[in-house]
């Protein structure tokens, strides 16, 4: 019984640290254009952070996805809805255009050195939006609806070059090999973290 409240104890501990790390700052965050999400977490990774609705009616989710990024470098986000780890997965991705302008759009990661050109999702995407602010990029966009779960494993990234209108590859270690988890957007829960290799 003594390792069980342990192990109770623990878990306890683990939760409490989860909450804080959590709720403490995303939930405060104050989007442009009146734009208000119920669910939020500040990721552990890359200075990121998701907030978004979940609209059980359409199974759609608006979010956001925001992180510390200079206005040269690049953010995405991508899910997999069926497995671990980048190649497969469906991302979302926002860099400034040699023309000045921030843009963002879908673009399936296919191997480790994907090409990141547009590319069509599994899932719609009928909104998808950049913008820059306070030294941070943020993608909004609307998905959905996806398959039957609302757990996704989803994984994000930041890089600091942009070439010819590409996003260049990432570091490969550190957090940028760690940010990864497993996301209930039904619950708001973050769930597991793992190695995102
Ligand atoms: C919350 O915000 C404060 C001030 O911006 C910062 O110092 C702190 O590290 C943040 N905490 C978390 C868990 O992100
Ligand atoms: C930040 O959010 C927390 C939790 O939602 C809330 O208790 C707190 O009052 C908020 N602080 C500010 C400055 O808005
Ligand atoms: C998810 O990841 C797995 C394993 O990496 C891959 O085989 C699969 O194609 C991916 N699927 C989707 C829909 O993201
Ligand atoms: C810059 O290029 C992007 C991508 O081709 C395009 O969507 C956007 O409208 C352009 N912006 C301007 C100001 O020309
Ligand atoms: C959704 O669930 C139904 C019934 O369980 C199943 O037949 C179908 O393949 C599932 N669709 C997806 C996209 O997973």
Redesign the pocket.
Known sequence: MAVSSRALSVVYILSSLFALST??NC??FTFSKNRVFNSCIDLPYLDAHLHWNYISSTGRIELAYRASQTPTGWIAWAINLTGYGMPGSQALVAFQNSNGSLIAYPTQIRSYSPSLRPHALSFPVPYIAAEYANNEMIIFAVIGPLANDTTVNHLWQTGSSVSNDIPQIHQTTGPHVQSMGTLDFLSGKGLKLGENV
Do not use: A, V
Request: glycine share 0%; charged share 0%.
């Open positions: 709720c403490q939930s405060n």
